[in-house]
Nanobody, 116 residues
């Protein structure tokens, strides 16, 4: 129901914008998020949006921006000043209800690789 796109390989200091769309009607979901998982590491939250209020992990504050375009049925993650530690598979996710702890709907992921 969710499909990520826009990943790629970028030099440190560069930017990428990844997108999340699909058959899920994102405007029906107030709570959306971006997560990432690097090889050998646990999945971690990168950015979340609850009724258009963003929240970021400390490691990406000031560099990443989460946004949504309901008209385009798309969730975005703008990533600036990318660092090698940002290399990971990035996933978008949606909660069926915001009061739930866990995200129940996930995409397949898009790979982001940062080289220096």
């Amino acid at each position: 129901q969710l499909v990520e796109s826009g990943g790629g390989t970028v030099q440190a200091g560069g930017s990428l914008r990844i997108s999340c769309s699909g058959s899920l009607r994102l405007r029906m979901h107030a709570c959306l998020g971006w997560f990432r998982q690097a090889p050998g590491k646990e999945r971690e939250v990168v950015a979340e949006m609850n009724t258009n209020i963003p929240k970021y992990a400390d490691s990406v504050k000031g560099r990443f921006t989460i946004s949504r375009d309901n008209g385009q049925n798309t969730l975005y993650l703008q990533m600036d000043n990318l660092q090698r530690d940002d290399s990971a598979m990035y996933y978008c996710a949606a909660k069926t209800q915001c009061y739930l702890k866990d995200y129940g709907i996930w995409g397949q992921g898009t790979q982001v690789t940062v080289f220096s």
